[in-house]
Structures are given as C-alpha cells and as structure tokens.
C-alpha cells in the first residue's frame, strides 16, 4: 500500500567508491553537478565533526511521527546513510541520543533528517554525522504511516534508495548511482585545477582577464567612468 510500505533496497554504491568520495569537498562535487542539486540550507551538521558518505537508506515518514525510522535502524547495514524525509516539520523531534546509540552500534554512516532532533548537547559533542533541520525538546509519535526504500525529496534534492549520500560542513548532496563514477571522475579534475588556482595566487599569476570578458558579454564597461 502506497504510503504504508517496506521495500528491500535493490542495489546501492559500493564500498570502493563510497571510499574514494570521502573527504572531497562537497562544494566542489556540487559545481561538477552543475549547482542545481542540494538538500538545502536548513539542513545542518548537528555533530561536531565528521564527514558523511554512505549508500542512501530512505525513509519516509509522516511529520511528527519515527516508527518508520526505528524499522529502518533494524534493516540498515554498516555503511548506510538513513536518509528521512519528514516534511520538514520541526514541531517533534525525530531522533534523539538513544537512536545514535543504536545506529553507532549498528555501524551507521550517518543519518539525514529533514525534521528535528533532540539532545543536541550530546549530539553535538560527537562525531556521528546528523545532518537535521532544527531541535525540539518534544518527543515524536510512534503509529505511521511510512515507507521504506522508496524516493525521498529533500528541498528538491531527490534521493532513491543506494544513492550515494555526502555532507560536510557546507551542506548535503546525492550522488545519483548511475552518474558516480562520472562525478568523480569530475571532481578530481576539478581538484587539480583549483590546486592550480591556488599555486597562481601565491605565485600571483592569477589569471583574470575572464572578468573584463565577462563584463563586455553582457553590455558593461569594464573601466571606472
């Protein structure tokens, strides 16, 4: 039944790759994506440290209510990044320390909330990557309805079970699973080349003549009047 369901995910990233994204810049991943992909600003790291890189668990759940997202603990696997779509509601907290216990025993990657957490003075002392919209004292409902491994969508940002799921201290992103081994492959050119940037400032060979370029496409003079 649409809307109260419990899929098995049917392929996800694999390891190898997860690996070689970890610790690239997410900025940069997201430039390679065309900048039109992001689980938006609201989302924040509500660890103290800690990247996130993991295949997607995807849970969605209605505001207010985890029941969804406690099934999901008891099917993730070490590695995943349980990503929940709650609508964004911050009236209930969704996840609390007793849940990041549990899914650092599990060997959980990390954890997405569009929705609210509680207990972020303990959160926030870890190093357990939860990325959420905002914090509540009020505890959450247990009764559904919800999914599991179906597509979510966080602020325009779809995400289908197995995608591959990064977040650093500028914000979150999906990989799609079939356009990984590509943006990689983009991202690491785009590494070099601004390691270049870098080395011509220093050396003060910057290259700017794309400014005045840019000024004349569109109509605009490029000396002070």
Known sequence: MVGLQILKRRRQVPAQLVQA????PVANISDCMTRLTAGGAR????????????????????PGDNLMIHKALTMAQAGDVIVVD??????????????VATALKIGVAGVVLNGAVRDSEEIGEGSFPLYAAGVTHRGPYKDGPGEVNVPVAIDGMVIHPGDLVLGDRDGLLCVPFDDAEEILAATRRKMELEKKMLA???AGK???SWIDATLKRIGCNTEPL
């Open 43 to 62: 989302l924040r790291p509500m660890h103290k440290s800690g990247y996130l890189a993991g295949p997607a668990l995807t849970v969605k759940c209605r």
């Open 21 to 24: 994204f970890k610790g690239l």
């Open 206 to 208: 910057l290259d700017t």
């Open 86 to 99: 709650a609508g964004g509601d911050l009236t209930n907290s969704l996840f609390g320390e007793i849940m």
């Open 200 to 202: 011509d400032i220093a």
